[in-house]
Every structure is written in C-alpha cells, then in structure tokens.
Nanobody, 121 residues
Framework: VRLVESGGGLAQPGGSLRLSCVASGFVFDTYAMSWARQAPGKGLQWVAGIYADGSETHYQDSVKGRFTISRDNAKNTVFLQMNDLQPEDTALYHC???????????????WGPGTQVTVSS
C-alpha cells in the first residue's frame, strides 16, 4: 500500500486548500478512505471518510459544512476540499485506507506520510 498526499501549505483564516492523495498497491475502489490529521502534541484525529463507491461521506463535527471529501476511483485518488479554514485546522493531514468498503466506524490500516496545513494570518 502506498498513499501520497499533496496540496498542503499556508492559508489565511477563511481561506481554502484542496488536498489530494494518490493511492497504489491495492484495489482502490474496494476500500473506504479517510483523511485524518495530527496537530502538534496531539494524537491522530479522524476528519472525514468516504465509502468505496463514493455513495456516502461522513465528517467530524468540527469540519461539517466546511470540508468536503470526494474520490475519483478511475484515478485512484481521494480529495479533501477545505474551505473557511481556521487556525485550529493547522495539522499534518494524512490520507488513510480503511479495511472495509462501507464501515460502520471508519478505521485505518494504512496511512501516508502526510501534507502540512498551516492556517495563520
């Protein structure tokens, strides 16, 4: 399994970023995918998840209405559109692979090295 994230950077409060993750080494369209983040000094926090076929998406309460997860199974890619970014969104964002197609609870058995998102004026 290989997951490679990109798209992070510096954004001002209220700004937007779009993260991408290209996956390889497994049958992409048979597994749910998620984004998780790790802020300095904190543990890994699940942010958003999407079913293998893209039919359902789920979000952590703090990002609902601001973040959108999507996937392109033809390109083995999952995205995270982040709008109205706030300083508390600053973290290292990881793309993660689930071990099920339609999990009741999103979990991850693999994750990428991450892309840094910093929100600051």
């Amino acid at each position: 399994v290989r997951l490679v994230e990109s798209g992070g950077g510096l954004a001002q409060p209220g700004g937007s970023l779009r993260l991408s993750c290209v996956a390889s080494g497994f049958v992409f369209d048979t597994y749910a995918m998620s984004w998780a983040r790790q802020a300095p000094g904190k543990g890994l926090q699940w942010v958003a998840g999407i079913y293998a076929d893209g039919s359902e998406t789920h979000y952590q309460d703090s990002v609902k209405g601001r973040f959108t997860i999507s996937r392109d199974n033809a390109k083995n890619t999952v995205f995270l559109q982040m709008n109205d970014l706030q300083p508390e969104d600053t973290a290292l964002y990881h793309c993660t692979k689930d071990n099920q197609a339609r999990p009741l609870v999103f979990e991850y058995d693999s994750w990428g090295p991450g892309t840094q998102v910093t929100v600051s004026s």
